[in-house]
């Protein structure tokens, strides 16, 4: 069975200073990862996703996640967080074929300091 | 593009009635669309998945006569939710998938329901 560990529940770190969120997955199949963002009482905002190709990915506001297959990670990171990056981080993996249905992480409450 | 909105973001009802929430694809057609409840500070459980046309294929341990899913048109989709109870009380957010995208799912605003 497939599932997603996000063993970071919560990550304290000062404004400027780098992060990176912890995303590993166990699926015997090929997995589509993504990693959404929800700001509070709002829904789920794609922040990027990985479907084939590079294993590098990035977003436009300084995010980048990268895929690595032996070790089935998929990590987030940031070189210098903002204030406004205080949220909190869902690492999802769609398994395919069929429904493609989403499998979610517990999530990591990123929680930037002044 | 692919924006997805719900409504009400909102609803406080008392035990015992029936709370409906829409589900709409604004910029584009959703065959599928997915239900997930969140509860505080906790991750997304999907519910249900729901296809245009077709009856809604609901996930283990959800009771499909308490919460029920149409969805008549390839834009809207909606949750009811039946003779609701306090531990009704929860986040209900949508989810729905582009036709040309089909291992991505974008995200409704959410929906907060508080039963009294």
């Known amino acids: 069975a497939q599932s997603v560990t996000q063993l970071d529940s919560q990550v304290p770190v000062f404004e400027e200073a780098p992060v990176e969120l912890r995303c590993n997955y166990s699926?015997?199949?090929?997995?589509?990862l993504f990693w959404y963002v929800q700001y509070p009482n709002q829904g789920l905002q794609l922040l990027l996703k990985y479907l084939s190709g590079s294993t590098l990915v990035e977003s436009i506001n300084g995010f980048e996640a990268e895929f690595n297959k032996s070790q089935t990670s998929f990590h987030l990171r940031k070189p210098s967080v903002h204030i406004s990056d205080t949220a909190e981080y869902f690492c999802a993996v769609s398994v395919g074929p069929g429904t493609y249905k989403y499998i979610f992480g517990t999530g990591t409450r990123l929680k930037v300091l002044a | 593009g692919a924006v997805v909105s719900q409504h009400p973001s909102w609803v406080i009802c008392k035990s015992g009635t029936s709370v409906k929430i829409e589900c709409r694809s604004l910029?584009?057609?959703?065959?599928?669309m997915f239900w997930y409840r969140q509860f505080p500070k906790q991750s997304l459980m999907l519910m249900a998945t729901s296809n245009e046309g077709s009856k809604a294929t609901y996930e283990q341990g959800v009771e499909k006569d308490k919460f029920l899913i149409n969805h008549a048109s390839l834009t809207l989709s909606t949750l009811t939710v039946t003779s609701a109870h306090p531990e009704d009380s929860s986040f209900y957010i949508c989810?729905?998938?582009?036709?040309?995208?089909?291992?991505?799912?974008?995200f409704g605003p959410g929906t907060r329901l508080l039963v009294l």
């Open positions: 910029d584009f057609q959703a065959t599928t």
């Open positions: 699926s015997s199949v090929s997995v589509y």
């Open positions: 989810s729905a998938r582009i036709p040309t995208s089909f291992e991505t799912q974008y």
